[in-house]
């Protein structure tokens, strides 16, 4: 940020009277700009004994796969937030259930929430974001290609808890490392 | 906003190219500029039977009684967010222990997602944004003098899942009314 959003003229970094962080103030306006952390939204959708993945057709991680989430947009519950992103990259007619993980990842300043969410009909298709959406058996899962630790960590501890039925939410912080996020 | 603060231009409302929905979009540098819900963190203290409020020194609700809660900052986790918020609002010495209440206010782009903590000691005290900070029982609770809705949802569930000994994650959605949040 190099300019006020509010009066175009130059920010600059200081820490504002009260305050115990370096925020962008405007100069002029005197304006304070905050940076907040985004909500990753989205689900882990089933159907019998597979999950549906998407693989991704954008940056980052181009041909990996994922589960379908994305941002949260103003003016959205975090379920409709799921609901959106599930159509948007799988077409996917589905529901919502819990929320299933919730993981912090502070070096690139992300919440994810991942609902779980059954699917309600196999009319699901790839959406501009995805090259190609499939289900998956445990055993069919690409650990390998997985696009996010964060995809990593939900469906590791679905197939866990799936053996004993209960899918209480996990909560997590994922630090960074020197692989994708 | 009215300003690229890239580049310090111009901004108009349109929907670009992908997208389906208006974001503010330099007419000069063409950057994109999306706003997002915010989180706010906390947690419900807890000593014995009974549970940690501070009073509002500050705007919107000033007077009222709360949770200590705030917007989560840029390169910290959820749990250090409410920690910190827990430490500036009631100079409490806590330790959160599990994710309990998760409400999305869609109508002012919020999503507060509040821990249950253990107090350690009574060493709690008044920070700035506080005028006070008392612990009370179930039956002092000031219900009608309850800063936010998000506080409400949360004491009514804590003391109805004390009886069973069971805290479940709550997830709900608080949409506008007439009333405060």
Not at 39 to 61: N, Q, S, T, Y
Request: aromatic share 10%.
């Amino acid at each position: 940020m190099k300019y006020c959003s509010e009066c175009g003229k130059g920010v600059e970094l200081k820490i504002p009277d009260g305050d115990n962080r370096e925020r962008h103030v405007c100069s002029h306006c005197q304006t304070i700009h905050y940076k907040n952390p985004n909500v990753v939204a989205g689900c882990l959708p089933v159907w019998e004994d597979k999950i549906l993945l998407c693989k991704r057709a954008i940056e980052p991680r181009h041909g990996f796969w994922t589960l379908p989430a994305g941002f949260m947009e103003n003016d959205e519950s975090l379920e409709q937030a799921a609901t959106r992103e599930s159509i948007e990259e799988a077409n996917a007619n589905l529901e919502v259930t819990n929320i299933y993980t919730i993981v912090s990842l502070p070096h690139i300043n992300q919440v994810y929430i991942l609902y779980l969410a059954k699917l309600k009909d196999l009319n699901f298709s790839a959406g501009v974001e995805s090259l190609d959406v499939q289900l998956f058996t445990e055993e069919q899962i690409p650990w390998d290609n997985l696009a996010f630790r964060t995809i990593n960590f939900t469906l590791k501890h679905y197939f866990e808890d799936r053996k004993n039925n209960s899918f209480p939410v996990h909560h997590g912080t994922i630090e960074k490392n020197n692989r994708y996020q």
